[in-house]
C-alpha cells in the first residue's frame, strides 16, 4: 500500500520560506508522477505541483508558479517543496501523492498526516 511522510512545515511571516519533504513507500515510486497538495481550513484540497515520473516535466499551480520549485529523486523514493515568497494565502496542509496535474490517483486511504504551513505576520 502507498504511505506517505511529510515534514518541513513551520511557521514563518510573509516572504519567508520553507521547504517541505515527502518520503514514499510502499510502491513503484519510480512508475508514477507526485506532486504536492494542499488543504487551507474550510476549503477544499487543491493541487500545488507534480512531477512526472519520465523527463521530469513540472506542473504549477498558478497560484505557486514562479515561487515554489518541485524535484524528486527516484532512488531516495523522495520529493521536495521549495517554498520562497511565501504569502498568507499559502497557509494550509501540504500532503503528497500521486499525480496526473492538479489531480491525485492516490487512494484516500492512502494519504498521510501531511505538514502545517502557516504564514502569519
Known amino acids: 500500500q502507498m504511505q506517505f511522510v511529510e515534514s518541513g512545515g513551520g511557521s514563518v511571516q510573509p516572504g519567508g520560506s520553507l521547504r517541505l519533504t515527502c518520503v514514499a513507500s510502499?510502491?513503484?515510486?519510480?512508475?508514477?508522477?507526485i506532486g504536492w497538495f494542499r488543504q487551507a481550513p474550510g476549503k477544499e484540497r487543491e493541487g500545488v505541483s507534480c512531477?512526472?515520473?519520465?523527463?521530469?516535466?513540472?506542473w504549477y499551480s498558478g497560484s505557486v508558479k514562479g515561487r515554489f520549485t518541485i524535484s524528486r529523486d527516484d532512488v531516495k523514493n523522495m520529493v521536495w517543496l521549495q517554498m520562497n515568497n511565501l504569502k498568507l494565502e499559502d497557509t494550509a496542509t501540504y500532503y503528497c501523492a500521486t499525480c496526473i496535474g492538479p489531480e491525485t490517483t492516490t487512494p484516500e486511504d492512502s494519504w498521510g498526516q501531511g505538514t502545517q504551513v502557516t504564514v502569519s505576520s
Open positions: 510502499g510502491f513503484n515510486f519510480d512508475y508514477y508522477a
Open positions: 512531477v512526472t515520473k519520465s523527463d521530469g516535466s513540472k
